[in-house]
């Protein structure tokens, strides 16, 4: 994710794992979890490389996912029914938690950032929704992950979940709306810019990553 590896950088298990002083096991098992998480590809050659995220494609999934989020507002605006509290309350508890006590910066973090959303999509009364957002996500998830590893963006993501869960709560939900919209909006900003830094510096850095190509 930083760019320190080119995209045509055979990940090698015997050159990473004395690269990094572990055994070949450990290096096996990561690199399939990488590619399970579409961090790393395997190639026809039968060796794993970084994946080159696909920028062209980003700003039309995440208009995809903006609309599928709102629309799960806007429902509940237009029919006047409030959105399921038993799914929203818990929700609104486990991210005054994080709050209080701020998850170290990690790309693992997505996954409390999608599960935020999912939630709040099935707390809306329309499963389906929340469904197509998760499908969303899966194709997002390699990009997303260049916006949650600074504590500052820890930090606002948390804010920012808070004060779209206790708006739906209180029953604000045109304020729900504009915030997440914001939301959604600086996420996509930071993304970009990060992701599109990391391919730059991962074509320059072509032939520079000790002990991994072959």
């Known amino acids: ?6 995209f045509r950088d055979r990940l090698a298990e015997e050159r990473l794992a004395a690269l990094l002083g572990v055994s070949r096991t450990p290096i096996r098992e990561a690199l399939t979890r990488l590619a399970g998480d579409g961090l790393v590809e395997k190639r026809s050659d039968g060796g794993y490389y970084p994946a080159e995220p696909d920028l062209g494609s980003l700003c039309d999934l995440y208009e995809i996912r903006v609309m599928l989020e709102l629309r799960g507002l806007q429902r509940a605006v ?3 029914t409030a959105h399921d509290p038993a799914l ?10 994080l709050r209080d006590d701020h998850p170290a910066p990690d790309p693992d973090f997505v996954a409390l ?7 709040l999509s099935r707390a809306s009364g ?3 929704i929340a469904h197509m957002l998760d499908a969303i996500n899966a194709r997002i998830r ?3 992950m260049h916006d949650l590893v ?3 963006r820890v930090h606002l993501t948390i804010v920012q979940h808070l004060g779209i869960v206790e708006r739906v709560l209180a029953g604000d939900l045109e304020g729900s709306v504009a915030a997440l919209r914001q939301h959604v909006g600086e996420s996509m900003d930071v993304v970009e810019k990060r992701a599109a830094r990391a391919i730059t510096r991962m074509v320059l850095s072509r032939g520079r990553a000790p002990g991994v190509r072959s």
Do not use: C, K, Q
């Open 1 to 6: 994710m930083s760019g320190e590896f080119s």
């Open 78 to 80: 237009e029919s006047g």
């Open 88 to 97: 929203l309350e818990p929700l609104r508890d486990r991210w005054r938690a």
């Open 113 to 119: 950032n999608e599960d935020f959303h999912i939630t």
């Open 126 to 128: 329309n499963v389906e």
């Open 142 to 144: 390699l990009v997303r």
């Open 150 to 152: 600074t504590a500052d």
